[in-house]
């Protein structure tokens, strides 16, 4: 079928490229002159036939905010809005709603895989109506895996981007789970062989994973990661699973912790942990470590 | 070749037969007559030509330590005693050294893949030296998957108990990632097929996994694991795992909060929280929930 | 001085009891018509002399909301609210802005101390402009401690919320540490006095506090906790104190540690826990607690 | 009473300081010699009277453990040592057999109080007989704040070692609770009196504390902590009650927690962020932070 796509980036250019693969006619539109095949939004939807769908993979916030307002007042009436980019699940339904107020119909979609999608297949997980998804199915059917798999329909408007949320607080659970084991074995001394016994691990045992592949992988490349700083960005959705936990709830020591970590990578030096090192120099005497003597 | 394994057990028994299959004379005693070849350790170790290969598969602690002292005394030099069953590592340092006394040699192996193992091969994760190793590499290439993966030769006496250990350890963390990310979803209202969600993650996602297979096959047969209580036994190699990485001062926050977990899902009533209730009562007059009036 | 207190519950009562005590003039306002002076906030708007000083003390979210609304259409231009109830400090500003459009005035004013306030003093932390903190300073002095002492002006409006929210928080944390030390030294077999041993603490230790002394006369009414339950509500602040902790890329972990904590003392049974049940049923064949055997 | 003291440093020395000021006759001993009364302890034991009590304040460990075998050599039937250093729980035990065959009488005393205590006196928290804890009364009395508080008699031979240890741990906890607050209210960006908040909770407040009036203390001197690095050692303390915990099963996220902070605080580098980036930057293609690029 024949899809507007909005963002042609590392995830949106992947894509659009696997749909082309698979038939369906895709027509691309990036703010990089380069990548796109229109000048702009308008000039989109002009080239497409009511009724239209168009996938929107910009970055969450503002910029998906803004392109929502504009396609608002482009679009028509039945025409279906995708979209696929990081929203805050509860922004959906502020942008469900916008787009309903002209009668034009909405998906959440959250799409998993990363740079190996285009050549693997995406996970994507949706919201919102029945109609709508089976509107899509044949966009749907040809970014994921094979055909019924790495799909779900979720739930109602939000439930997309809300489980695509928890999967990458999972993600970061399973990586932290990873860091901390790699970590000991390399601190041990007993252990000769760590990126081997990781490889070994890949077959056979209860912790087999995409993730252990791809660890794999990178040790192969740098066996002790000396090229890498401990440094880890957080996108929002890890924030967000937090804060949905706590929203509801819910324990999720293991997630936050690997939030924390991330967090506490990104500090030069922790305020927090200076409070320890003056009250252990307060009731104890201990030596501190100076700043200026380091 | 030829192997003696003492311990017939979920492990040892699918370990023998996989062995069986691939060609191999096993003989197998086990306190249980029903699943035993031999009457007694003595008989066993009679019925095997030397040098001897024997392969230990029974309960860690006593148990092991009892077997490794009579098998001390009734090999000879030369003969050859893989411990595979969850020995602690430093266990295994005494183990050798008292073999050693008489001129038997020793390799410590951890095993992965639990009941699964005997049709999908085992991960198997050694500790001791190269000469050992060789000798009885026709052993564990039967058992891993398949010539040359699902093995490592982690580095001395120890190292294979250790890295099953940290193996796991991270085991316990990706569990816990999924079962918080499960729970949350659960309890939010806004996902309405949380098994179809967890099953489209198998494809295509950074999350897919072995463990995420098992959850959803567990989901398959009780949707909403109703047949199930929340109560998580705890096998020593978690504590271990956690005490490991206290000794060598390694953060391990996510491994540490899945043994916590674990723990409290055990406890009836938590002590450490009727003292936040009593302190709560004390200085703001909250409302307590009373045992008999519960 | 003069002020209207609306909301006379355990903290408001308490409040006005001991301004009254201290001299000032106190007209107050409840829904319950039992402990109240008169009976409408138009009533008390009425009684006051201008500039007026309101002093709100009423369940957050919604009361709060409403009570402010009513307020913005009663008082004059130059009256003072100040809001001492428990309100998120970004509802603060909302609050602010609501009452500034009609020329009124507004400070936020954390208050802690419990149902121990009225005699001891209460803690006071303010938001707000240097000159409605300098005009309620009489009001203030007479719910501290003392003169001088207890009292913090945080910063400009929802500042004194914010630090109260922080306080709260690390409340949390203080006696989540007591409530895991208590459980070990219960746990242990070892200690055959835990209420004298916390009792010794009291003086000439690095955990002296007054949580201490409150945990020692708990244990003094019910020395092994007997008469409680470990189930332990949440005020909302300790949710905050995690959100603000998320968005502000702090780590946390003791903290949220504690929130979790009081999450998992509620639950009946955990879907969580049910998962890692699960779980180890599917690849170990380990037995699970069903729930009907139980 | 007549006492010997062997270790006279930071805490040892003002123990005998204390005693001294106190009326007691203290003998003491030193590695170092512009510390000690006597040039050896055989020449300290000489100059008791028997029965004699010791008491050792040396570091844990080897020290100790050489001490008293020195001591299983040089006392009498009848004599008393106690040992009031960082012990661990278990190896009390084993103090206790080794002088137990020569007649010997054991206690252990955990000592809190810091640099401190000289002026405010120790909490102290013995392990032991009934016996011989009277024995040793007076000087327990002299020691504590006041006669009859800061003492527990806890329980038999490593009871006091045991409860100090879980005091430690939950000192930790509460100190990483006020760091945590501290480093939140001075991320906030709202907050604009930092150490006056912290003051102002000294009165009133729940969290009121000693180690609160140490922060506050600190603050005065260093208002910013710029003096200081984040980075703070742990004794072995804390690491114990984990140990500890998980020996029992008990759930203690906040100790471990603010251990874990401490030995983040030291490191370089975290090899396992190094982990989480390697991880990102193979599925997601982030930018990963080069080592030679900072």
């Given amino acids: 079928m024949q899809l507007g796509m909005i963002g042609l980036g590392k995830m949106g250019g992947n894509m659009a490229a696997r749909l082309r693969d698979k038939g369906h006619e895709v027509i691309g539109y990036d703010v990089n002159p380069e990548l796109r095949d229109v000048d702009s939004i308008a000039e989109l939807v002009e080239r497409l036939s009511a009724p239209r769908t168009v996938w929107l993979m910009v970055p969450a916030g503002e910029p998906t905010r803004n392109t929502i307002r504009e396609l608002a007042d482009l679009l028509d009436e039945g025409d279906l809005v ?13 942008h469900a709603d916008e787009l309903a107020r002209r009668g034009i ?6 799409v998993s895989g990363g740079i190996w999608g285009r050549e693997n297949g995406y996970g994507i997980m949706v919201g919102g109506s029945a ?3 089976a509107r899509a199915k044949p966009i749907f059917d040809a970014l994921t895996p094979e055909a019924g798999s790495g799909f779900v329909h979720a739930g109602e408007i939000g439930a997309g981007h809300f489980v ?16 901390e084991g790699y970590e000991l074995m390399a601190a041990s001394g007993i252990v000769k062989d760590v990126p081997g016994t990781l490889a070994s691990w890949r077959q056979g045992t209860v912790v087999r994973s995409w993730l252990l592949d791809l660890l794999v992988r990178a040790l192969e490349e740098d066996p002790e990661l000396e090229q890498l700083r401990g440094y880890a960005e957080d996108s ?20 936050t912790a690997a939030l924390y970590a991330r967090f506490a990578s990104r500090q030069e030096d922790s305020p927090a942990m200076k409070v320890i090192a003056a009250l252990r120099n307060q009731f104890g005497g201990h030596a501190v470590v100076k700043k200026n003597t380091d």
Avoid at 105 to 110: F, I, M, R, S, T
């Fill in 131 to 133: 109609e709508n998804v």
């Fill in 105 to 110: 119909e909405y998906l959440d979609a959250g």
């Fill in 164 to 179: 695509k949320m928890v999967h990458n607080g999972i993600e970061y659970g399973m990586m932290q789970a990873f860091a």
């Fill in 236 to 255: 929002g959705e890890g924030r967000w699973t937090v804060q949905a936990a706590v929203d509801h709830a819910v324990p999720a020591p293991v997630i």
């Fill in 82 to 94: 995708i979209e696929g980019g990081n929203s805050h699940y509860r922004d959906d339904r502020v």
